[in-house]
Structures are given as structure tokens and as C-alpha cells.
């Protein structure tokens, strides 16, 4: 349904990354993984072009997947804090990592109809899983959540701002945290460390207790 993105995640898959020259990509949509009985919903953007849309599982293969990753081993969620590919052992417990968008987007950008077009899938993702809590990282990921709201007419008064560590009680019942995505701009600046994001899902699971 998405031509650009299906033309984008092939060619990088065609040409790939000389680091990956002899690595079969995946490149095509990407789905979620983890418990299916997950507690905890991992929200992202989309898959990064040489990370998921290379290995065929989000967050895996890609600087933010060690962040993520890392910060959910040290939490109780992951049994190993390093995720490189789809057979290398990773576990999750009580926790559920997906995206907003399926496809990997050209210089990370999905436009605001591929947005819309994906949102369906994530809402079905969702109501299979029936999380208590949602993790959203980034921006665009917290408002993809609150747009899919909004689509089942759950209107929020006023919308809660994203924010990390940002906490907000919703009227489906579940607490949608925020938290800075861990992509190398965030991180080699500073703007987001290990305990920042250590402590939100520290929270997140505070939040079942």
C-alpha cells in the first residue's frame, strides 16, 4: 500500500551497507516480537534501514537495538542485553517490541499518510496482545499511539505532551510512558544516557505492580 517505502526498502536491500555486503537483507515489513502475553508494549518509529529492514527483526542489528535492549535486560525484560540477529537467543518477559510504521522510511521519515496507513496493523498488533502499559520512543511514536486513540474515539482533554519519563493515564485504561528514542543523535549528544532510560522502564514495570 506503499509504494515508496516498498521501493526504498528494496533497494537498500539490493544495494546494502558495505559493512553487510554479504549478509542476505530482509527487506520487507517488519512485524513485532516478544511475550505474546506481554504486560509491556516497546513502541518505535519504523525499522532502520540496515538494522531491521537488514536482519528482519525490529530494534535488532542497529546501535538503538543495543540501547533498547540493554536498558530491557537490566529491567527484567530481556534475558540478554544484545540483540544482533533473529537466531541469537534473544528472549523477552512480559514485554512486546514493534513499530508504528513496518516499513523502513527514506532518512527515517515516514510521511503522515504512511503513518495512517499502518496504524490498522498496529491497532490489530495490539488488541492481540491487550498490554497495560505502552513505551513510546520518540516523539512521533507517542503521537502515532495517541492518533490510534483518536481513530477508536478516545479523544484525550488536553493531549498529554511528550516528554521523557512523561507519564499519562488513558481512557483505554492503560499508562502510555515517553521516552527519548536511542538513536545516535540522543545519545552521542547526551540527551539520553543509560539511567534515563533504565528508569523508565523500571517505572513501566512499577506501574503493574
Same mark, same amino acid.
Given at each position: 500500500?506503499?509504494?515508496?517505502?516498498?521501493?526504498?526498502?528494496?533497494?537498500?536491500?539490493?544495494?546494502?551497507?558495505?559493512?553487510?555486503?554479504?549478509?542476505?537483507?530482509?527487506?520487507?515489513?517488519?512485524?513485532?516480537?516478544?511475550?505474546?502475553?506481554?504486560?509491556?508494549?516497546?513502541?518505535?518509529?519504523?525499522?532502520?534501514?540496515?538494522?531491521?529492514?537488514?536482519?528482519?527483526?525490529?530494534?535488532?542489528?542497529?546501535?538503538?537495538?543495543?540501547?533498547?535492549?540493554?536498558?530491557?535486560?537490566?529491567?527484567?525484560?530481556?534475558?540478554?542485553?544484545?540483540?544482533?540477529?533473529?537466531?541469537?537467543?534473544?528472549?523477552?518477559?512480559?514485554?512486546?517490541?514493534?513499530?508504528?510504521?513496518?516499513?523502513?522510511?527514506?532518512?527515517?521519515?515516514?510521511?503522515?499518510?504512511?503513518?495512517?496507513?499502518?496504524?490498522?496493523?498496529?491497532?490489530?498488533?495490539?488488541?492481540?496482545?491487550?498490554?497495560?502499559?505502552?513505551?513510546?520512543?520518540?516523539?512521533?511514536?507517542?503521537? *502515532?499511539? +495517541?492518533?490510534?486513540? #483518536? %481513530?477508536?474515539?478516545?479523544?484525550?482533554? &488536553?493531549?498529554?505532551?511528550?516528554? !521523557?519519563? /512523561?507519564? *499519562?493515564? +488513558?481512557?483505554?485504561? #492503560? %499508562?502510555?510512558?515517553?521516552?527519548?528514542? &536511542?538513536?545516535?543523535?540522543?545519545? !552521542?549528544? /547526551?540527551?539520553?544516557?543509560?539511567?534515563?532510560?533504565?528508569?523508565?522502564?523500571?517505572?513501566?514495570?512499577?506501574?503493574?505492580?
Amino acid at each position: 500500500q506503499c509504494p515508496r517505502l516498498v521501493k526504498w526498502c528494496e533497494s537498500v536491500a539490493t544495494e546494502k551497507r558495505a559493512a553487510y555486503r554479504s549478509e542476505e537483507y530482509w527487506g520487507k515489513p517488519v512485524s513485532g516480537f516478544g511475550d505474546p502475553s506481554a504486560q509491556i508494549v516497546v513502541l518505535g518509529l519504523a525499522p532502520g534501514a540496515h538494522g531491521a529492514n537488514r536482519t528482519g527483526r525490529v530494534f535488532t542489528g542497529d546501535r538503538s537495538g543495543e540501547w533498547l535492549f540493554r536498558a530491557m535486560h537490566k529491567a527484567g525484560l530481556a534475558n540478554q542485553q544484545k540483540s544482533e540477529n533473529r537466531d541469537d537467543g534473544l528472549k523477552l518477559t512480559n514485554a512486546w517490541v514493534t513499530v508504528a510504521v513496518r516499513c523502513a522510511p527514506p532518512q527515517n521519515k515516514p510521511t503522515p499518510e504512511e503513518m495512517r496507513t499502518c496504524t490498522p496493523y498496529l491497532q490489530q498488533e495490539l488488541e492481540c496482545i491487550q498490554p497495560r502499559v505502552i513505551v513510546a520512543l520518540g516523539r512521533i511514536a507517542f503521537d *502515532a499511539y +495517541l492518533r490510534l486513540l #483518536r %481513530t477508536r474515539g478516545l479523544l484525550l482533554q &488536553p493531549k498529554p505532551a511528550f516528554a !521523557h519519563g /512523561g507519564e *499519562a493515564a +488513558l481512557p483505554d485504561g #492503560r %499508562t502510555l510512558f515517553g521516552c527519548y528514542h &536511542p538513536s545516535r543523535q540522543n545519545t !552521542h549528544t /547526551g540527551r539520553l544516557t543509560p539511567e534515563m532510560m533504565l528508569d523508565v522502564f523500571r517505572r513501566a514495570r512499577h506501574v503493574l505492580t
